[in-house]
T-cell receptor
Framework: AQRVTQPEKLLSVFKGAPVELKCNYSYSGSPELFWYVQYSRQRLQLLLRHISRESIKGFTADLNKGETSFHLKKPFAQEEDSAMYYCALSEGYGQNFVFGPGTRLSVLP | NAGVTQTPKFQVLKTGQSMTLQCAQDMNHEYMSWYRQDPGMGLRLIHYSVGAGITDQGEVPNGYNVSRSTTEDFPLRLLSAAPSQTSVYFC???????????FGSGTRLTVV
């Protein structure tokens, strides 16, 4: 069974401070991992997928298979980064696409 | 290219009523899913489809039905609404799950 955990329900940082949103997963195979962002009352948007190794809006995430983690990082938080962030896992070949419970990021001025 | 379109955006139902949430995508995606979003629980998969004519249950299927007669459409039916089904419902589509899903704007459903 797959499981995605995000230990922080709420994370508050000041503008300009570094941000790290934690995501851990349990899955026996080779997972595909994603970060989604949801701004207030909007649809979920794909932020990052580990397979692309891209940086979007200054965010990066590295898959650590040893620690089964896929933490999301940004060196300098902006107020517009305030949103709900979801980590998600896909088997890659099957349908199962599982979301974590989400972390609300609040960037204070 | 509209992406994933959901209707209605808001709905209030009385307990016991039935209704259909509509979802359509114009990206020719084979994979489509319905999720419900509840505070503190993230998104939970209700039903999914891997192509026209093929559907299967997700994590929380009870009380919901789906069908997939075309690639474009994937409606979600609430058979007899209950207050526990008060939630925000999201439809999503993907060409292949490893690429990630594109989400609709959601339907906020309240059952009284």
């Amino acid at each position: 069974a797959q499981r995605v955990t995000q230990p922080e329900k709420l994370l508050s940082v000041f503008k300009g401070a570094p941000v790290e949103l934690k995501c851990n997963y349990s899955y026996s195979g080779s997972p595909e991992l994603f970060w989604y962002v949801q701004y207030s009352r909007q649809r979920l948007q794909l932020l990052l997928r580990h397979i692309s190794r891209e940086s979007i809006k200054g965010f990066t995430a590295d898959l650590n298979k040893g620690e089964t983690s896929f933490h999301l990082k940004k060196p300098f938080a902006q107020e517009e980064d305030s949103a709900m962030y979801y980590c998600a896992l896909s088997e890659g070949y099957g349908q199962n696409f599982v979301f974590g419970p989400g972390t609300r990021l609040s960037v204070l001025p | 290219n509209a992406g994933v379109t959901q209707t209605p955006k808001f709905q209030v139902l009385k307990t016991g009523q039935s209704m259909t949430l509509q979802c359509a995508q114009d990206m020719n995606h084979e994979y489509m899913s319905w999720y419900r979003q509840d505070p503190g629980m993230g998104l939970r998969l209700i039903h999914y489809s891997v192509g026209a004519g093929i559907t299967d249950q997700g994590e929380v299927p009870n009380g919901y039905n789906v069908s997939r007669s075309t690639t474009e459409d994937f409606p979600l039916r609430l058979l007899s609404a209950a207050p526990s089904q008060t939630s925000v419902y999201f439809c999503a589509s993907s060409p292949w799950p490893a690429y990630g899903y594109t989400f609709g704007s959601g339907t906020r459903l309240t059952v009284v």
